[in-house]
């Protein structure tokens, strides 16, 4: 999302995902836009810079693609024999996490402007299949969910720009979403498919500090605003302190049998 819009894409029928466009809420009026782009399954939308950016898959290549928030014109880079599972806009770069068949893991630094890949860097020894990533500025931070073997990684990636340096940092189990809030790296924890776990951590990048608190919840989903953590679970929205994880509030939100909560996001104000 932008500090205007949020970036939605209707996949279409679950089995098929064949729809070919993007949709533009605008967090003002509520008004919607859409975006053509002949691609099927799109996924991670990144935006910004008057540029929206997707990913997506078919027959064992990927394309990143770029679409001009203003004349709505299309621009689509292949990555051949690679799964894109990621790519966001950070700074002035588009980062995309691809993996291969072999077990490779490679982060792709790309030029928003020609999507033209500047510098390709592998990642095979911390960990494959990164789908969420976080960046403060400076550093890039992403979590790989499996590395070579199988087992599941206990440790997040760092990645800095100006150095071109790659670091591990040990959080002593899984992360599955990335969020950087306030100066500070909140990592949720716990397992996506069955819905087990609820810690989250809060790492601290000035004092080197990592603590590890629970929710008393699964985080499905996090996002901040106005001081406050929101976190999604099954049917239930929780807030929780910024500073200290203290909890403020939870409610229950009833989704019925025919329907499901799918995601959170927060409005930049």
């Given at each position: 999302?932008?500090?205007?819009?949020?970036?939605?894409?209707?996949?279409?029928?679950a089995?098929?995902?064949?729809?070919?466009c993007?949709?533009?809420l605008?967090?003002a009026?509520?008004?919607?836009?859409?975006?053509?782009?002949?691609q099927?399954?799109?996924?991670?939308?990144?935006a910004?810079?008057?540029?929206?950016?997707t990913v997506?898959?078919?027959?064992g290549?990927?394309?990143?693609?770029r679409?001009?928030?203003?004349?709505?014109?299309?621009d689509?880079?292949?990555?051949?024999n690679?799964?894109?599972?990621?790519?966001?806009?950070?700074?002035?770069?588009?980062y995309?996490f691809?993996?291969d068949?072999?077990?490779?893991?490679?982060?792709?630094c790309?030029?928003?402007?020609?999507?033209?890949e500047?510098?390709?860097?592998?990642?095979?020894?911390?960990g494959?299949?990164?789908?969420?990533m976080?960046?403060?500025?400076?550093?890039?931070?992403?979590?790989?969910?499996?590395?070579?073997?199988?087992a599941?990684?206990?440790c997040?990636?760092?990645?800095?720009?100006?150095?071109?340096?790659?670091?591990?940092?040990?959080?002593?189990?899984?992360v599955?979403?990335?969020?950087?809030?306030?100066g500070?790296?909140?990592?949720?924890h716990?397992?996506?498919?069955?819905?087990?776990g609820?810690?989250?951590?809060?790492?601290?990048?000035?004092?080197?500090?990592l603590?590890?608190?629970?929710?008393?919840?699964?985080?499905?989903q996090?996002?901040?605003h106005?001081?406050?953590?929101?976190?999604?679970s099954?049917?239930a929205?929780?807030?929780?302190?910024?500073?200290?994880?203290?909890p403020l509030g939870?409610?229950?939100v009833?989704?019925g049998?025919?329907?499901?909560l799918?995601?959170l996001?927060?409005?930049?104000?």
């Amino acid at each position: 999302m932008t500090e205007d819009a949020v970036y939605i894409i209707p996949q279409g029928q679950a089995n098929r995902k064949d729809l070919r466009c993007i949709l533009a809420l605008d967090l003002a009026t509520f008004d919607t836009r859409r975006y053509d782009l002949n691609q099927i399954a799109i996924y991670s939308p990144s935006a910004g810079d008057g540029a929206l950016y997707t990913v997506s898959n078919l027959n064992g290549d990927s394309f990143l693609s770029r679409i001009d928030l203003v004349s709505g014109d299309t621009d689509t880079a292949i990555f051949e024999n690679c799964y894109l599972s990621a790519a966001q806009l950070c700074g002035d770069t588009v980062y995309a996490f691809s993996s291969d068949s072999a077990g490779g893991s490679v982060l792709h630094c790309v030029d928003p402007r020609t999507l033209a890949e500047r510098r390709r860097i592998d990642l095979s020894a911390l960990g494959t299949g990164v789908f969420s990533m976080a960046y403060d500025g400076t550093a890039l931070y992403f979590a790989p969910t499996e590395s070579i073997g199988g087992a599941a990684p206990r440790c997040i990636g760092v990645y800095r720009p100006d150095s071109g340096t790659v670091e591990a940092l040990d959080c002593g189990q899984t992360v599955f979403q990335l969020l950087w809030a306030e100066g500070r790296l909140y990592l949720s924890h716990g397992n996506l498919v069955t819905g087990e776990g609820t810690q989250l951590s809060l790492y601290d990048p000035v004092s080197g500090v990592l603590t590890t608190h629970d929710l008393g919840l699964w985080p499905a989903q996090v996002a901040a605003h106005g001081g406050a953590l929101y976190v999604l679970s099954r049917d239930a929205l929780a807030k929780f302190s910024l500073d200290t994880l203290a909890p403020l509030g939870e409610t229950a939100v009833a989704s019925g049998e025919d329907f499901y909560l799918s995601g959170l996001f927060a409005a930049p104000h």
